[in-house]
């Protein structure tokens, strides 16, 4: 039985396939019944056989053509079910079209066109049933959050169990923790005492890790956050989780919505079930301020303002936040943290931040250019960003946990024009253009009173500080070539 279940789990594609056969063929034998009272006349096998054959052949070659054989089992979510709507309306239709133009063929004579009618239905909720069936059976069955799964074996954990009374953590998994902001998290939760585990794919490489490999209190675990199996081996003894790995930007996810989508919604939701099912409270989230969107009349905005995200990116991110914060109870408390634009020098750097990208043309092109300008971005430094996780983790769950917070600070918004300004202080020699048109839309001015107010969270550092430490970064040679495609997230 095992072998026979690791052979399935291996060839899964192949598996559905031919659970797929085996559902078309009980969706057009139950349609049947159902249309003749639970009995097949004798006079229509012949018009049922044409009908199966039909599906049989038409219904597997659409599903692979609506990519759902592609769909990630693990994974699969309610933004799938449209496209599974799809591939099922498209197969019975050609199925249908096909029946009415040899419909004077004598094996159809008396066909009953409510048997297609039936047999749509039938297909959507079976194979619909099929791909959400792992889904059902871990939300409904395995999601109990007092169960702790190693290996083959379940451990109850008691209602007094650290996991569950809010204790402030020791041990902490950051999923992304090679990426730009990742990385600095990494560092500063080591040198706050805390133990580590990193959790991420390493499209960047390992060097941003480095320097920190050799501490006694960090593991590094390389795995996709899709990858199930791995996850949950990782997942075993941590105290908190803090969920960085995303597709980061507008560009990076334009490039590859459909990773994008299962990478910061599917995955991102997925985590945070199974940090709940496996007793894990604490639970910090990054979203993005570029979730407001174009805020109108200019107003300042705030966590309760509603969310009109431009971009692809913003909208994957609203769909985690709001399934995220859905899994709140007094067992599992997540922290939404909306980010600020970050900037900033990062083991695992990036040059394709807005003030990143205005230093270094600045000093490696002498020339920056803005469009528009007139758009309004909350900025924070990257290590401004470590500074407030660690707040997150040590704050009690009662200040923290089920929350939402922007995080920067009021004096940190800027126009995009002020950065230009700011770039002709710090580099006299640089010239600034500006062109009226502006190919980024977002635009919004951010409050941050609330995690001042309630987590004592203020930025230590200023665009004037990022801008000058990556002036200084880039004279001194620390990036040689600063266009190598590892410094854009949109280029990997």
Same mark, same amino acid.
């Given at each position: 039985?095992?072998?026979?279940?690791?052979?399935?789990?291996?060839?899964?594609?192949?598996?559905?396939?031919?659970?797929?056969?085996?559902?078309?063929?009980?969706?057009?034998?139950?349609?049947?019944?159902?249309?003749?009272?639970?009995?097949?006349?004798?006079?229509?096998?012949?018009?049922? /056989?044409? +009908? !199966?054959? $039909?599906?049989? &052949?038409?219904?597997?070659?659409?599903? *692979?053509?609506?990519?759902?054989?592609?769909? %990630?089992?693990?994974?699969?979510?309610?933004?799938?079910?449209?496209?599974?709507?799809?591939?099922?309306?498209?197969?019975?239709?050609?199925?249908?079209?096909?029946?009415?133009?040899?419909?004077?063929?004598?094996?159809?004579?008396?066909?009953?066109?409510?048997?297609?009618?039936?047999?749509?239905? /039938?297909? +959507? !909720?079976? $194979?619909?049933? &099929?791909?959400?069936?792992?889904?059902? *059976?871990?939300?409904?069955?395995?999601?109990? %959050?007092?169960?702790?799964?190693?290996?083959?074996?379940?451990?109850?954990?008691?209602?007094?169990?650290?996991?569950?009374?809010?204790?402030?953590?020791?041990?902490?998994?950051?999923?992304?923790?090679?990426?730009?902001?990742?990385?600095?998290?990494?560092?500063?939760?080591?040198?706050?005492?805390?133990?580590?585990?990193?959790?991420?794919?390493? &499209?960047?490489?390992?060097?941003?890790?480095?320097?920190?490999?050799?501490?006694?209190?960090?593991?590094?675990?390389?795995?996709?956050?899709?990858?199930?199996?791995?996850?949950?081996?990782?997942?075993?003894?941590?105290?908190?989780?803090?969920?960085?790995?995303?597709?980061?930007?507008?560009?990076?996810?334009?490039?590859?919505?459909?990773?994008?989508?299962?990478?910061?919604?599917?995955?991102?939701?997925?985590?945070?079930?199974?940090?709940?099912?496996?007793?894990?409270?604490?639970?910090?989230?990054?979203?993005?301020?570029?979730?407001?969107?174009?805020?109108?009349?200019?107003?300042?905005?705030?966590?309760?303002?509603?969310?009109?995200?431009?971009?692809?990116?913003?909208?994957?991110?609203?769909?985690?936040?709001?399934?995220?914060?859905?899994?709140?109870?007094?067992?599992?408390?997540?922290?939404?943290?909306?980010?600020?634009?970050?900037?900033?020098?990062?083991?695992?750097?990036?040059?394709?931040?807005?003030?990143?990208?205005?230093?270094?043309?600045?000093?490696?092109?002498?020339?920056?250019?803005?469009?528009?300008?007139?758009?309004?971005?909350?900025?924070?430094?990257?290590?401004?960003?470590?500074?407030?996780?660690?707040?997150?983790?040590?704050?009690?769950?009662?200040?923290?946990?089920?929350?939402?917070?922007?995080?920067?600070?009021?004096?940190?918004?800027?126009?995009?024009?002020?950065?230009?300004?700011?770039?002709?202080?710090?580099?006299?020699?640089?010239?600034?253009?500006?062109?009226?048109?502006?190919?980024?839309?977002?635009?919004?001015?951010?409050?941050?009173?609330?995690?001042?107010?309630?987590?004592?969270?203020?930025?230590?550092?200023?665009?004037?500080?990022?801008?000058?430490?990556?002036?200084?970064?880039?004279?001194?040679?620390?990036?040689?070539?600063?266009?190598?495609?590892?410094?854009?997230?949109?280029?990997?």
């Amino acid at each position: 039985m095992n072998s026979i279940l690791s052979i399935a789990r291996r060839y899964r594609a192949f598996t559905i396939f031919f659970l797929d056969l085996l559902l078309v063929t009980l969706g057009v034998y139950f349609s049947y019944l159902l249309r003749f009272d639970g009995v097949i006349p004798q006079g229509r096998y012949e018009g049922f /056989l044409w +009908f !199966l054959g $039909a599906a049989l &052949l038409v219904t597997p070659a659409v599903f *692979y053509i609506f990519k759902l054989y592609r769909l %990630p089992f693990s994974f699969i979510s309610l933004t799938d079910l449209p496209a599974i709507a799809k591939g099922v309306l498209v197969s019975v239709f050609i199925v249908g079209t096909a029946l009415f133009l040899f419909r004077d063929a004598p094996q159809l004579e008396g066909f009953p066109r409510s048997v297609i009618f039936l047999y749509a239905i /039938l297909l +959507f !909720l079976f $194979a619909g049933g &099929l791909r959400f069936s792992k889904r059902i *059976y871990w939300q409904f069955f395995k999601g109990n %959050p007092e169960v702790l799964r190693l290996g083959r074996d379940e451990v109850l954990l008691p209602l007094t169990s650290k996991f569950l009374n809010g204790d402030k953590p020791k041990t902490v998994l950051v999923t992304g923790g090679a990426g730009y902001i990742g990385s600095v998290i990494v560092s500063y939760l080591l040198e706050a005492q805390f133990k580590v585990k990193v959790y991420d794919k390493m &499209l960047f490489g390992r060097e941003s890790l480095a320097s920190l490999a050799s501490s006694p209190n960090l593991e590094i675990i390389e795995g996709d956050i899709l990858d199930q199996k791995t996850l949950e081996r990782a997942i075993v003894g941590i105290d908190a989780v803090v969920h960085a790995a995303a597709i980061v930007g507008e560009a990076a996810c334009a490039a590859q919505q459909d990773v994008a989508i299962r990478t910061n919604y599917l995955g991102a939701v997925n985590m945070a079930k199974l940090a709940k099912a496996y007793g894990i409270k604490r639970f910090i989230y990054f979203s993005t301020c570029s979730t407001y969107g174009k805020s109108e009349n200019e107003d300042t905005v705030d966590e309760r303002s509603p969310l009109r995200p431009v971009d692809f990116y913003g909208e994957t991110k609203i769909y985690a936040e709001r399934d995220i914060l859905r899994l709140t109870d007094e067992r599992f408390a997540p922290t939404m943290l909306r980010l600020s634009t970050v900037y900033g020098l990062s083991p695992r750097m990036r040059f394709d931040l807005v003030v990143n990208t205005f230093a270094k043309k600045a000093v490696k092109e002498g020339r920056i250019m803005i469009f528009g300008g007139g758009q309004w971005r909350p900025l924070i430094h990257v290590t401004d960003v470590a500074r407030a996780v660690a707040l997150v983790l040590q704050a009690p769950l009662a200040t923290a946990g089920g929350k939402v917070f922007n995080v920067g600070g009021d004096e940190e918004n800027y126009l995009i024009s002020t950065l230009g300004e700011l770039v002709e202080k710090l580099f006299p020699e640089v010239q600034v253009e500006t062109l009226e048109t502006a190919t980024d839309q977002r635009s919004y001015k951010v409050a941050f009173s609330k995690i001042r107010r309630e987590l004592g969270f203020t930025p230590e550092k200023t665009v004037k500080d990022g801008m000058e430490e990556i002036r200084e970064a880039l004279k001194e040679g620390k990036f040689t070539d600063t266009e190598d495609k590892k410094y854009y997230n949109h280029l990997v």
